[in-house]
Antibody, heavy 118, light 109 residues
Framework: EVQLVESGGALVQPGGSLRLSCAAS????????MTWVRQAPGKGLEWVAN????????YYVDSVKGRFTISRDNAKNSLSLQMNSLRVEDTGVYYC???????????WGQGTLVTVSS | EIVLTQSPGTLSLSPGETATLSCRAS??????LAWYQQKPGQAPRLLIY???TRASGIPARFSGSGSGTDFTLTISSLEPEDFAVYYC???????????FGQGTKVEIK
C-alpha cells in the first residue's frame, strides 16, 4: 500500500525557517517524480514544487523561488521541503504527493500545517 | 501562466441528480487536465486524468470530457459521499509548472 506521511509543520514567525519531511513507503520511491502542494486555510490548492527521480531537476512556483528548496533522499525514501524567509501568505496545509507524469497525482499524504504568524 | 476558471462556484443539488462542473483554461492545455475531489479535512483524491480517463477505483458515475480550453466533469446520480469540493488541474507544461482551478463546491440542496 502506498503511504505518504508528512511531518514538520509548526507555528513560525515571519522571516523564519522550517523544514518539512515526507516519508514514503509501499512503492519504489526512486522511480517517481514527487511534488509539494499547499492549501491556505479555506482556500484552493496551489502547486509549490516538484523534483525528478534523481533530484537533479527541480521546479518551483514563482512565489517561492529563492526561498524554498525541494530535495529527496532515495536511500531513506524521504522527500523534504526547506522553507526560508517565511511569509504570512505561506500559511497552510502542505501535502506531498506522488506524480504520474502529466497525469496528475494519485497518491497524497494527509498534510502538515504550517502557520506563519507573529 | 495558464489560468483555470471553474464554474459555478457552488452547485446545490439533491442526491440522485446530475452535477455538471466546468473548467475553462486561459489557453489551450490540450488533454492535459485532471480533476480532483476534496472533502473537509482530507487530501485531494484524483478522479480523472488526461481529461477523460478515470483513475483507479473511481466509480463510473464520474466522467470527464473536453479538450483545448473547455472541460467538463459530470457526476451522474449524485451519491451522498459525492458532496465535496472539486478542483481541476492543468499539466500541459509539466514538470515545469502545474496550476489548479479555484474549485467548485457541490453541496446538498
Amino acid at each position: 500500500e502506498v503511504q505518504l506521511v508528512e511531518s514538520g509543520g509548526a507555528l513560525v514567525q515571519p522571516g523564519g525557517s522550517l523544514r518539512l519531511s515526507c516519508a514514503a513507503s509501499g512503492f519504489t520511491f526512486s522511480t517517481y517524480w514527487m511534488t509539494w502542494v499547499r492549501q491556505a486555510p479555506g482556500k484552493g490548492l496551489e502547486w509549490v514544487a516538484n523534483i525528478n527521480q534523481d533530484g537533479r531537476e527541480k521546479y518551483y512556483v514563482d512565489s517561492v523561488k529563492g526561498r524554498f528548496t525541494i530535495s529527496r533522499d532515495n536511500a531513506k525514501n524521504s522527500l523534504s521541503l526547506q522553507m526560508n524567509s517565511l511569509r504570512v501568505e505561506d500559511t497552510g496545509v502542505y501535502y506531498c504527493a506522488r506524480e504520474k507524469g502529466s497525469s496528475g497525482s494519485a497518491y497524497w499524504g494527509q498534510g502538515t500545517l504550517v502557520t506563519v504568524s507573529s | 501562466e495558464i489560468v483555470l476558471t471553474q464554474s459555478p462556484g457552488t452547485l446545490s443539488l439533491s442526491p440522485g441528480e446530475t452535477a455538471t462542473l466546468s473548467c475553462r483554461a486561459s489557453q489551450s492545455v490540450s488533454m492535459y487536465l485532471a480533476w480532483y475531489q476534496q472533502k473537509p479535512g482530507q487530501a485531494p483524491r484524483l478522479l480523472i486524468y488526461d481529461a477523460s480517463t478515470r483513475a483507479s477505483g473511481i466509480p463510473a458515475r464520474f466522467s470527464g470530457s473536453g479538450s483545448g480550453t473547455d472541460f467538463t466533469l459530470t457526476i451522474s446520480s449524485l451519491e451522498p459521499e459525492d458532496f465535496a469540493v472539486y478542483y481541476c488541474q492543468q499539466l500541459i507544461h509539466w514538470p515545469l509548472m502545474c496550476t489548479f482551478g479555484q474549485g467548485t463546491k457541490v453541496e446538498i440542496k
